[in-house]
């Protein structure tokens, strides 16, 4: 079968990162262990200056079409003073909305090699692989009303609501339950039921959901905040969680600290599976941002673009065999010493993004 790709670079070391996967995607059509056929668009600051729009609805159209988007990064001083509606990240937005990419996967991996670069004791982080699934599309980011009012007597009052509804839970539990399933089998939702409705909600139809479909998975309930404080003590607990829009934008924040650098974690989104076709919309991209810092001297660590890419053989393609490939490429690879600016420790020379790249493709 043929894989249709979007490809979008867009600013700042976008491009040179992307850069890295294109070629692993070429060796990947030349070995014959797969078929990836690609298209490139622009988003983000690259889109701006091309039209005005941070993406267009031709390139949505393009991602609509794709089985999956690999994404770069956006953003930069360049387009600070553009309209508000055409900055930037208003591209990745619109393609999380429109693409209805509910589910937010964000790994939090510790290679061996790199347990020092941790901000916490090696012993702690040494091995970890933990997964934090996040809500991405409802929520108290998104629900109504979301309102500033003036109460007139000097005081202002501010409203975000906190709304789930049943069908939303369950599917972002089932996506969890499902890499539970794949992983270590064991998953740890968390919410705040003793304060919140929506947490009593949540811990119900996580429950059901389990009850009804995944017996065989071991379920846990953690609160958020006593769950924040395990994931710094004692990480290696955990396999993978669960939990809302807002807890899990901080939860896989702290995790990612656990890893070292921002240039090591990728991360998935994921859409509804199509009744028909089976597949899904994803979006796979770097947690990082477009590091106008170091853009355009080929510094930049690709790592976290091409296990970025990683996750969409995964996830996107059930080409899992080859994911675990890719995976231990970059795991041998640091094991040998190799090293971008960004994770050196002192006295090594750093490599280029590019040189990077080659490594893991050697591997
Ligand atoms: P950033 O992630 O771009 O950079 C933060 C720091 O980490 C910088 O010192 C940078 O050099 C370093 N860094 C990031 N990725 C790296 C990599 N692959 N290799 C080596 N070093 C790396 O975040 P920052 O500086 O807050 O934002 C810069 C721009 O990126 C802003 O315009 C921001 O809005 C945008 N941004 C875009 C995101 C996206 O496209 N999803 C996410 C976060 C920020
Ligand atoms: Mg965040």
Same mark, same amino acid.
């Given at each position: 079968a043929t894989h249709k790709l979007l490809l979008l670079p867009g600013d700042g070391i976008g491009p040179e990162v992307m850069g890295e996967v294109k070629r692993l995607i070429g060796w990947i059509n030349a070995q014959g262990l797969a078929h990836f056929e690609t298209e490139e668009g622009l988003v983000g600051g690259a889109a701006y200056d091309a039209s005005k729009q941070s993406i267009t609805d031709a390139t949505m159209a393009m991602a609509s079409a794709a089985d999956a988007v690999i994404f770069g990064a956006v953003g930069g001083p360049k387009w600070d003073s553009v309209p508000y509606e055409a900055r930037p990240e208003a591209g990745l937005l619109r393609l999380r909305k429109d693409l209805g990419l509910f589910a937010n996967l964000r790994p939090a991996?510790?290679? *061996?090699?790199?347990? #020092?670069? &941790?901000?916490?004791? %090696?012993e702690v982080v040494e091995g970890l692989d933990i997964m934090i699934v996040r809500e991405l599309t409802g929520g108290v980011y998104f629900g #109504?009303?979301?309102?500033?009012?003036?109460? $007139?007597?000097? !005081?202002?009052?501010?409203?975000?609501? !906190?709304v789930y509804d049943t069908y939303e839970i369950e599917r972002i539990a089932r996506v969890a339950f499902d890499l539970a399933r794949k992983r270590r089998n064991k998953l740890t939702s968390m919410e705040k039921r003793n304060v919140m409705k929506s947490g009593v909600l949540w811990n119900e139809v996580v429950t059901q959901v389990h009850a009804r479909e995944y017996k065989d998975v071991q379920l846990e309930h953690q609160l958020a905040d006593s769950g924040g404080m395990n994931l710094v003590k004692a990480p290696k607990q955990f396999d993978v969680i669960v939990t809302d829009n807002l807890f899990g934008d901080m939860l896989s924040d702290i995790a990612a600290m656990l890893t070292g650098s921002l240039g090591m974690l990728p991360s998935a989104s994921l859409g509804e599976i199509d009744?028909?076709? %089976?597949? %899904?919309? &994803?979006? +796979? #991209?770097?947690?990082? $941002?477009?590091? *106008?810092?170091?853009?355009?001297?080929?510094?930049?660590?690709?790592?976290?673009?091409? &296990?970025? +890419?990683?996750?969409?053989? %995964?996830? &996107? +393609?059930d080409l899992g065999a080859l994911a675990d490939k890719v995976d231990a490429a970059i795991a041998a690879v640091l094991a040998k010493g190799m090293r971008t600016a960004d994770i050196k420790s002192e006295g090594t020379t750093a490599v280029s993004t590019s040189q990077m790249g080659e490594a893991i493709l050697k591997e």
């Open positions: 991996v510790c290679y *061996p090699a790199l347990a #020092e670069a &941790s901000s916490l004791k %090696r #109504e009303p979301k309102t500033i009012t003036d109460l $007139g007597n000097g !005081q202002k009052r501010a409203i975000d609501t !906190q009744a028909t076709s %089976r597949k %899904r919309k &994803s979006l +796979f #991209e770097p947690v990082h $941002g477009s590091a *106008p810092d170091i853009a355009g001297k080929g510094l930049a660590n690709p790592i976290a673009m091409i &296990s970025s +890419f990683g996750m969409a053989l %995964r996830y &996107s +393609f």
